[in-house]
């Protein structure tokens, strides 16, 4: 797990993928109320810098909860994973496909990978708990606020779309004073 005080920060592209999914679902200006410092200029201008501290995504997923819902969440999750990081991480998914075959087991074993072009600092585990689940830890240095299980549910929507299956969740436990969810997944 990351130690305390580790760095964790997004990409900007990650960011930009977040924000055009909330002007998508017709959230910007209800979250950009909310926001102030470094959020809302992340908001405003994500390119300005390459990677932004972690607590900037955090106060923007959190503003956008408590402006929509955790559905809405998940949709912006969902959308910027699909728009935003998919293009980026599909070689390497088609190399991985090729190489294991096509399924969330697959794409989770390997998420870690995936990851790092959107976030630092984050660290992922997978275990496979049956021919068709598993739970899915992410862990960060710092706290993280409820409405990533939200963000994670949305993620992983894309990945249970993209392998051809139908996924559910089961109960998302936020851990170690806010710095780790444990995502119960299964599919059909």
Do not use: C
Not at 141 to 158: C, E, H, M, N, R
């Amino acid at each position: 797990m990351p130690e305390p005080g580790a760095q964790f920060e997004n990409s900007a592209s990650y960011l930009q993928s977040m924000i055009d999914a909330v002007r998508e679902v017709g959230a910007f200006e209800r979250v950009e109320a909310k926001l102030q410092g470094d959020p809302l200029e992340a908001l405003r201008a994500p390119r300005k810098k390459p990677w932004w501290p972690g607590s900037v995504l955090s106060a923007i997923t959190a503003a956008l909860h408590e402006a929509t819902d955790g559905a809405t969440v998940q949709r912006v999750a969902y959308l910027s994973t699909k728009n935003g990081v998919a293009p980026v991480a599909m070689p390497l998914i088609k190399v991985t496909f090729a190489l294991f075959g096509p399924s969330p087991h697959t794409i989770f074993a390997k998420a870690s990978a995936y990851a790092t072009t959107a976030v630092r600092g984050l660290e992922l585990d997978w275990k496979k708990d049956g021919d068709r689940s598993g739970v899915l830890w992410a862990s960060y240095p710092i706290a993280v606020p409820a409405s990533y299980a939200d963000v994670w549910k949305g993620t992983l929507q894309f990945v249970f779309e993209l392998t051809k299956v139908t996924g559910a969740f089961g109960a998302i436990r936020h851990e170690r004073d806010g710095r780790t969810l444990q995502i119960p997944v299964s599919w059909s």
